[in-house]
């Protein structure tokens, strides 16, 4: 499935070990529920995103996500919830709705995904002109059903159908007080949601990872040359978050040692070893002249 995804999308770069593979198949369960939808706790870099889209693309679901920019204000954020609700209830389209605490902007953000997952709408998001075209699609399938034609019947089948179609997925950091801060002022953010908790990677992620990455060193060396590099930048990654916990029931400051972390020490071991191949190379092409 990651295959096809990466040949009709951008291609993602993941290393799907155990703990991927069960956080795929618990997003996909909610997905595949009417009115599934999912909070992602972990820190940047635990795959959230990717996981998602991947769980998306396995249940034939679209993915819709804001792209936010420097000029990104309320009024492009009203209308890409219009855009997206249609999907859903005008379109009859099974869509993702992927949003990320770091595309918080405004804090009225989140009382709208708030309202969108405790009642299906955002108060005041539709004006009559955009009512007009959902209302035509809405009388056929009333018409169909034998029901009467009125106005609340109208917008109370699309705010079904949005319910039905629509699958929020929230990623949250749980760090720091604005987690907890958000989640009193929003509870629907947690009842109306199912939590699925990205733990750090495990010794077995972190290796699985990094002989991935690591791929083309390996045909450079000896296996157990490049196994003990595996094992290594595993070793670096685990004791550096010991000592974090420490530093923090010492000093009482936090020291963040993410996914994210440990893919650039992977880059800069990566670095290391090329220098100092190029290095090697050089000299013994140097005594061979």
Partial sequence: QQTDYNEQHLPMSLVLFEDA??????????????SGNALLLGVGGSGRQSLT?????????????????K????????????????????EQQQVVFLFVDTQIADEIFLENVNNILSSGEVPNLFEESDLGTIFEKMTQILTQKGQAVTK??????????????LHVVMCMSPLGSEYTDRIRQ???????TTTDWFSPWPPSALKAVARTLMSDQADTMEET????????????????REKSTVFLEERRRHNYVTPTSYLELISVIKLVLKQQTDRVNTRRNQLSN
């Fill in 21 to 34: 593979l069960g956080h795929v198949c618990r997003i996909s369960r909610v997905l595949r529920q009417p």
């Fill in 53 to 69: 889209r991947l769980a998306a693309f396995i249940a034939d679901f679209n993915v819709f996500q804001i792209e936010i920019t």
């Fill in 71 to 90: 000029n990104y204000r309320t009024i492009e954020w009203r209308e890409d919830l219009k855009t997206v609700l249609k999907m859903a209830g005008y």
């Fill in 152 to 165: 609340t019947a109208l917008y109370a089948q699309f705010i079904s159908l949005v319910k039905k179609n």
């Fill in 186 to 192: 929003f509870p629907s953010l947690i009842n109306n």
């Fill in 225 to 240: 040359v490049f196994a003990s590099i595996v094992d290594i930048c595993g070793a670096m990654h685990s004791s550096v």
